[in-house]
């Protein structure tokens, strides 16, 4: 898997009237034009479809995924010179599925490079030391760092080492566009991750935007998903609270309603009879009986000796007319087309975008790259005070049909 990466550096111009407020600093873009699909323990759900980006770390390239579920930049098997590290304690590192490695904790110079500008960042990189596997994944994680692994001053993340580091300064926010596969697999447009504002053309309103509830992930306050004006059912666990946050919950026993955007996570999970209401409406549309396996991408199947997630070919399910399923965070709604959740796996393959949350962890919902494809979507930390929001706006055209 490789991943060709344009770096280049933007400056925002300033806009009025009641759009996003723009100020004057640098913008970081990073580019690509395709995605990959990789085995991914990240939550336990098989092969994944992932976007990537590409960071020199102590003189080396690796792809990462860009993941707003996480917090920390990991890298498997680096060789950097001993020389070179400063090392911080080892630790047990864990995600969502279960998954833990045993890390040693190191800062390291991690570098981005345009032209004849380059800047390096010394950032708290867990490097894997026992029980590594090959396929497990990359990650530059973008979240806060209240779900840092460990939380440890030594140890500052990427994006907050770019807000000190870059000079004019990088405004504390960033946007992503992450367009996925045409049917045919081919790449369905540029996927851009842009730090320090929105694109330049690019317009966000107040009613775009929904405000982040808790700064650990980035945790929204998801209601209710209604399709054709019909309820699919309510998230209805109660917002997490100062005194319950989602950061101190252990995801598999946690209570609270903890609905995050996460980029690194292919589908969104949602409750069990919310997933099988969505089932159950669109099944009569596309011809597809609701106990076929295709409508569960949590459930592996067995194909030539491989466990993959069910697909079906594209067009036997792609039908005029399909509606949008409306996730409705506070007052936002968010507009799923049937293109982002019959997802295309590329070669014609399509998975179904929605799965049941994990058993062992009920009330932890995700809204993954399912949601957030087709849509320009800005993460506003620095807005109200640092309590951020996340605004969504329908990509017009910046994906390709």
């Known amino acids: 898997m490789k991943t060709w990466i344009l770096l280049s550096s933007l400056f925002l111009i300033n806009c009025g009237g009641s759009s996003t407020p723009v100020t004057s600093t640098k913008l970081i873009k990073l580019s690509h034009d395709r995605v990959a699909e990789q085995a991914s323990l990240l939550q336990g ?9 590409t960071l020199k770390i102590d003189g080396q390239n690796f792809d990462l995924v860009a993941d707003t579920g996480s917090s920390n930049l990991i890298v498997a098997g680096l060789s950097a010179s001993e020389a070179s590290k400063e ?19 190191h800062l390291l110079s991690v570098s981005l490079e345009n032209n004849d ?15 590594c596997s090959d396929t497990f994944p990359r990650i530059l994680g973008l979240a806060y760092r209240g779900v840092e692994q460990p939380a440890d001053d030594r140890q500052p993340t990427f994006f907050t080492q770019m807000l000190s580091v870059e000079k004019p300064a990088l405004s504390n926010e960033f946007s992503m566009l992450l367009c996925g596969f045409k049917d045919d697999g081919s790449h369905n447009g540029k996927t851009n991750i842009l730090f320090g504002g929105i694109e330049p053309g690019v317009t966000l309103t107040d009613s775009d935007y929904t405000p982040i509830t808790e700064n650990s992930w980035y945790v929204v306050n998801a209601t209710e998903i209604k399709i054709e004006g019909k309820s699919m059912g309510k998230f209805n666990s109660p917002a997490p609270t100062a005194e319950n946050p989602c950061a101190t919950l252990n995801k598999r ?8 955007v996460d ?14 209401a969505i089932r159950d409406h669109l099944a009569p ?5 609701t106990n076929n396996p295709f409508w569960d991408p949590t459930v592996l199947v067995e194909v030539d000796g491989k466990m993959v997630i069910p697909t079906l070919p594209c067009d036997t399910i792609r039908k005029a007319g399909l509606p949008t399923v409306d996730v409705h965070i506070g007052e936002l709604i968010v507009k799923i087309p049937s293109k982002s959740y019959f997802k295309s796996k590329g070669g014609g393959g ?15 919902k ?5 949601a957030m494809e087709n849509q320009y979507v800005h993460f506003d930390r620095k807005f109200n005070n640092k309590k951020g929001r996340i605004g969504f706006k329908q990509s017009l055209g910046l994906c390709g049909n």
């Open 87 to 105: 090392p911080i304690d080892p630790f047990l590192l864990s995600y969502g599925g279960g998954t833990s490695i045993n890390v040693q904790n």
């Open 285 to 289: 549309k596309v011809n597809l009986q």
């Open 117 to 131: 500008e380059k800047s390096t960042y010394r950032v708290g990189v867990p490097q894997c030391v026992k029980q």
């Open 263 to 276: 980029s690194g996570t292919t589908i969104n999970q949602v409750p069990k009879t919310m997933h099988e």
């Open 253 to 260: 026993t946690g209570s609270n309603n903890c609905t995050i």
């Open 45 to 53: 759900l098989g092969e994944m479809l992932e976007y990537y980006i």
């Open 350 to 364: 399509c998975m179904f975008g929605f799965g049941p949350t994990n058993v062992d962890s009920p009330n932890f």
């Open 366 to 370: 995700i809204l993954g790259q399912v």
